[in-house]
């Protein structure tokens, strides 16, 4: 469950993050299935266990606050468009998850 909403939320996730003004509006559906935008779990777990990726929580706060994966980040999907440029320059991929 939980691999399922990390490859489904970074599949909505990341095409805000490298978004030009004119795809703000929201990627073709076509786009959301790409495969690359999906990671899968042995690539996200080697990448987050050594520090290679950044873990982006976009739930709302208390749920985050609830439990999250450790060292993600809190950043509720209605603030990553505004947050996009603080996390590209982190220089490292990124990996959304809401569950």
Do not use: N
Not at 34 to 59: C, H, M, N, Q
């Amino acid at each position: 469950m939980r691999r399922r909403a990390f490859l489904s939320l970074l599949a909505l996730v990341a095409p805000l993050l490298w978004a030009t003004p004119a795809a703000a509006q929201g990627p073709p559906d076509d786009q959301l299935a790409s495969p690359k935008l999906r990671i899968e779990w042995a690539d996200f777990k080697k990448l987050y266990d050594t520090k290679g990726v950044i873990v982006v929580d976009v739930r709302e706060t208390p749920s985050f606050e609830a439990g999250h994966i450790p060292g993600a980040r809190s950043i509720p999907l209605d603030k990553i468009e505004a947050r996009a440029a603080e996390l590209k320059k982190l220089g490292k991929p990124i990996v959304a998850y809401c569950a």
